[in-house]
T-cell receptor, first 111, second 114 residues
Framework: RKEVEQDPGPFNVPEGATVAFNCTYS??????FFWYRQDCRKEPKLLMS???SGNEDGRFTAQLNRASQYISLLIRDSKLSDSATYLC????????????FGTGTRLAVRP | NAGVTQTPKFRILKIGQSMTLQCTQD?????MYWYRQDPGMGLKLIYY???????DKGEVPNGYNVSRSTTEDFPLRLELAAPSQTSVYFC?????????????FGPGTRLLVL
């Protein structure tokens, strides 16, 4: 089993749709979780950190489910500009100061 | 602040050639990282550094070397380029360890080895 796993997609949704991605991780002692966004041929940029109690930033909601060892990202009212690849990143307990990234989930929002 | 800068943007190498990928950050960050990203894949850590003079191997260090003589610079050296090293290379930095704070990425270097 991969340490951090994501459904590669693509998720193809119409504008205005709600879409959710999950990311599973293998180490139950993992402490820190992040969602990054990567546009085509660009560098990853932090979208949001994922806190234990869940957190929201505008149309984006991130949640952590420790019991089932996954994090999720919910995007409401999708915009064309949300089209990108979404990478989850986990600081696995065994990895010290390193992040382990998933392979990313591609989202395509159509008009 | 320029953030994290990388040079060159793109390079073609012949098998067996060597090159250095440059990475500089102006945020006075202690932690710096080198990743490679193959098409459709996630980021794999090559090497990282927790401060000047300290480096450590990541998940895929073979065929690469690094040095960290200053806080700002973290060059990545390829000694004998191989086709398997064709990839996009990203440098990143963070003020504290990866578990506490976001990493800031440079724009990447696209490397093609023929």
């Amino acid at each position: 089993r991969k340490e951090v796993e994501q459904d590669p997609g693509p998720f193809n949704v119409p504008e205005g749709a709600t879409v959710a991605f999950n990311c599973t991780y293998s180490n139950s002692a993992s402490q820190s979780f992040f969602w990054y966004r990567q546009d085509c041929r660009k560098e990853p940029k932090l979208l949001m950190s994922v806190y234990s109690s869940g957190n929201e930033d505008g149309r984006f909601t991130a949640q952590l489910n420790r019991a089932s060892q996954y994090i999720s990202l919910l995007i409401r009212d999708s915009k064309l500009s949300d089209s990108a690849t979404y990478l989850c990143a986990v600081n696995l307990q065994s990895s010290g100061d390193k992040l382990t990234f998933g392979t990313g989930t591609r989202l395509a929002v159509r008009p | 602040n320029a953030g994290v800068t990388q040079t060159p943007k793109f390079r073609i190498l012949k098998i067996g050639q060597s090159m250095t990928l440059q990475c500089t950050q102006d945020m006075n960050h202690n932690y710096m990282y080198w990743y490679r990203q193959d098409p459709g894949m996630g980021l794999k850590l090559i090497y990282y550094s927790v401060g000047a003079g300290i480096t450590d191997k990541g998940e895929v260090p073979n065929g690469y070397n690094v040095s960290r003589s200053t806080t700002e610079d973290f060059p990545l050296r390829l000694e004998l380029a191989a086709p398997s090293q064709t990839s996009v290379y990203f440098c990143a930095s963070s003020d504290t360890g990866a578990g506490q704070e976001t990493q800031y990425f440079g724009p990447g270097t696209r490397l093609l080895v023929l």
